[in-house]
């Protein structure tokens, strides 16, 4: 089927408010996406052949061995998650921590650093390390752009510090070496999680009211 851009441009923008339209009603996220996906490939890839085509697709997909990877950091991290190892880990980390300007912040961050080198993927880091630090802080007295702020930022240093969940997915897309992204991005994700750390403590130091003693 042949179709100008404006037909094109019409097609996504339906197809973009039917998918709204789902997510509002409260169908999950990936069923959302694997109807809008089965629909498209029935309408404009010639009905069953698309169909097919679009089988063959997701199990080339699936079965791509530069993306295996990330299904074992999600596991990685979920294990982590539910065995309290994470717990372990971060208490640990606080009693490794000097007394200094922004502690529990910094705790935060170097906590996600180290679960960026364990589970190499962000949203798991962001979660555990939200459930865990973030009631502490607020009884602490910390304001949310000393405790969110932090935690939220450590889960950015999970793209950037070896291993990399969205670094092998990018160099399976580009085809380009996933060993050489890796070994690229070592010193990026350390001069990041320093200035992170820097500008806590000057923070910290400046405006006390955010993060209390």
């Known amino acids: 089927m042949r179709l100008n851009n404006l037909e094109w441009y019409s097609i996504l923008l339906g197809a973009l408010a039917i998918l709204m339209l ?12 694997m109807l809008i996906n089965l629909v498209g490939a029935y309408f404009l890839w010639g009905g069953e052949v698309g169909l097919g085509q679009l089988i063959v697709s997701i199990y080339g997909s699936v079965t ?3 993306l295996l990877p990330l299904s074992l950091f999600i596991l990685m991290g979920e294990t982590m998650f539910h065995a309290g190892i994470s717990t372990q880990l971060i208490d640990t980390i606080g009693k ?19 679960f960026s080198t364990l589970t190499g993927a962000s949203m798991a880091s962001v979660a555990m390390l939200g ?42 897309v580009g ?9 690229g991005i070592i010193l990026p994700g350390i001069l990041m999680s320093v200035l992170y750390g820097g500008y806590i403590i000057i923070r910290s130091t400046i405006q006390p009211h955010l993060a209390p003693p």
């Open 96 to 114: 490794w921590l000097p007394r200094l300007p922004g502690r529990l912040s910094l705790l935060a961050l170097g906590a996600g650093a180290l």
């Open 22 to 33: 789902l997510m509002a009603s409260g169908m999950p996220v990936a069923f959302c996406f």
């Open 64 to 66: 791509t061995f530069t």
């Open 131 to 172: 459930s865990a630090l973030v009631p502490e802080m607020e009884n602490h007295g910390y304001k949310k752009e000393m405790s969110l702020g932090p935690i939220l930022g450590s889960g950015g240093l999970a793209i950037m510090i070896p291993p990399s969940s969205l670094a092998v997915l990018l160099g399976a």
């Open 175 to 183: 085809e380009i070496s996933i060993g050489g992204i890796l070994i």
